[in-house]
């Protein structure tokens, strides 16, 4: 089938207009027009080769939500005319403990990435939401309910959305809790949301005044400027749980002192060079932990879409036409952007 997507052939080139062919639907597929796809800094990166093995074409996209248009013979939970999302995933190999636990995200043969993963298909490698349509395998089609006029800033919540609540629910945050969020972009602002409907008191922390007030207006019940050390000093040692959203190499120390003992502090963020050596003392001291979380498996992410739609919770976007994605990019570098991109598919057809 072929769809009009936009992607690049180079590392060194800008993305462009591309004919790609899309799968004919199997027993156990679902197709979906695209109606938007958010723009994630993982698009950036892969498509700019920044991070290592990126397959051309690449179209990037992962945070996709359009409707079906056909199911394949042995589909059952879905039907012509459903409101649908694509994450991050497309394929695992449904067979080894984090698969069978519903952790797809952690597969140990390591998950197909919705763009830039292997596949049998041509060219060899997915292509992503920046094109008119999709065909998945249906245990990796999430549901929506979110109602129509929403659906635009549901798409984030595939990528930034459930990179966030995976950890938020891991460390089973909830009433009676002190959460601090690092940071407040794209991930941040939807770990503020989401944090603060799930009950606790929330302090985001931000190296920027000028975003004080944006971030109590997303629900954070304070905000720190994280250069301050007076600021900063008032929160030693009472945090039940931090989530550090931000991507950049710095001080982690900063922070884990913020921690209660038994506090942990969870990595979303892969900086492009490593953050200085945490002090060992600031964690054996108080039984302190770092840790790390990568998006979600296909259940939770169904769960946080759930949640969302019940507690009336979508990101914060900009819309754009395809045509200016190379802008959206140059902008989201300078964080340009409150707080995601996303993409209008109907733009394609121009």
């Given at each position: 089938m072929?769809?009009k997507?936009?992607?690049?052939?180079?590392?060194?080139?800008?993305?462009e207009?591309l004919?790609?062919e899309?799968?004919?639907?199997?027993?156990?597929?679902v197709?979906?027009?695209?109606?938007?796809c958010?723009?994630?800094?993982s698009?950036?990166?892969?498509?700019r080769?920044e991070?290592?093995?990126?397959l051309?074409p690449?179209v990037p996209?992962?945070?996709?939500?359009?409707?079906?248009?056909?199911?394949?013979d042995?589909?059952?939970?879905?039907?012509?005319?459903?409101?649908v999302?694509v994450?991050c995933?497309v394929?695992?190999c449904?067979?080894c403990?984090?698969?069978?636990?519903?952790?797809e995200?952690y597969c140990?043969?390591?998950?197909?990435?919705?763009?830039?993963?292997k596949?049998d298909?041509?060219?060899?490698?997915t292509?992503?939401?920046y094109s008119?349509?999709i065909?998945?395998?249906?245990?990796?089609?999430?549901?929506?309910?979110?109602p129509?006029?929403?659906l635009?800033?549901v798409?984030?919540?595939?990528?930034?959305g459930i990179?966030?609540?995976?950890?938020?629910?891991?460390w089973?945050?909830g009433?009676?809790?002190k959460?601090?969020i690092?940071g407040?972009?794209g991930l941040?602002?939807?770990?503020i949301?989401?944090?603060h409907?799930m009950?606790?008191?929330v302090?985001?922390?931000?190296?920027?005044e000028s975003?004080?007030?944006d971030a109590l207006?997303?629900g954070?019940d304070?905000?720190v400027?994280?250069r301050?050390a007076e600021?900063?000093?008032?929160?030693?040692?009472?945090?039940?749980?931090?989530?550090?959203?931000v991507?950049?190499?710095?001080?982690?120390d900063?922070f884990t002192?913020l921690l209660?003992?038994d506090g942990?502090m969870t990595?979303v963020g892969v900086p492009e060079?490593a953050?200085?050596?945490?002090?060992?003392g600031a964690?054996?001291?108080?039984r302190?932990?770092i840790a790390?979380s990568l998006?979600?498996?296909?259940?939770e992410t169904?769960?946080?879409?759930?949640?969302?739609?019940?507690?009336?919770?979508v990101?914060?976007?900009e819309?754009?036409?395809?045509?200016d994605i190379?802008?959206a990019y140059?902008?989201m570098?300078?964080s340009?952007?409150?707080?995601?991109f996303?993409?209008?598919?109907a733009?394609?057809?121009?």
């Amino acid at each position: 089938m072929a769809t009009k997507a936009y992607g690049a052939n180079a590392a060194d080139k800008p993305l462009e207009a591309l004919d790609i062919e899309r799968r004919a639907v199997g027993p156990h597929d679902v197709a979906i027009d695209i109606a938007y796809c958010g723009v994630c800094h993982s698009d950036l990166h892969q498509v700019r080769s920044e991070w290592d093995g990126t397959l051309y074409p690449c179209v990037p996209g992962h945070e996709i939500v359009g409707h079906v248009t056909a199911v394949g013979d042995h589909v059952s939970a879905f039907k012509v005319g459903d409101t649908v999302g694509v994450g991050c995933m497309v394929d695992s190999c449904q067979g080894c403990a984090s698969c069978d636990e519903g952790l797809e995200q952690y597969c140990e043969s390591g998950f197909v990435g919705t763009y830039n993963g292997k596949t049998d298909d041509a060219p060899g490698h997915t292509l992503g939401g920046y094109s008119q349509n999709i065909v998945v395998k249906d245990k990796f089609v999430l549901k929506i309910s979110h109602p129509a006029d929403q659906l635009a800033a549901v798409a984030p919540l595939l990528c930034a959305g459930i990179t966030t609540w995976s950890p938020l629910r891991h460390w089973k945050v909830g009433p009676g809790q002190k959460v601090g969020i690092v940071g407040i972009g794209g991930l941040g602002h939807m770990g503020i949301k989401l944090a603060h409907a799930m009950g606790a008191k929330v302090v985001a922390f931000t190296t920027s005044e000028s975003k004080r007030q944006d971030a109590l207006d997303l629900g954070a019940d304070e905000v720190v400027v994280s250069r301050n050390a007076e600021e900063m000093q008032a929160h030693a040692n009472s945090f039940d749980f931090i989530l550090n959203t931000v991507a950049a190499s710095h001080n982690l120390d900063a922070f884990t002192t913020l921690l209660k003992r038994d506090g942990t502090m969870t990595l979303v963020g892969v900086p492009e060079h490593a953050h200085p050596s945490p002090n060992v003392g600031a964690l054996i001291f108080k039984r302190r932990s770092i840790a790390g979380s990568l998006i979600g498996g296909i259940a939770e992410t169904q769960e946080m879409l759930d949640f969302c739609a019940e507690e009336g919770i979508v990101a914060d976007i900009e819309m754009i036409r395809i045509q200016d994605i190379e802008d959206a990019y140059a902008r989201m570098q300078k964080s340009d952007v409150k707080y995601r991109f996303v993409i209008d598919n109907a733009t394609l057809a121009a």
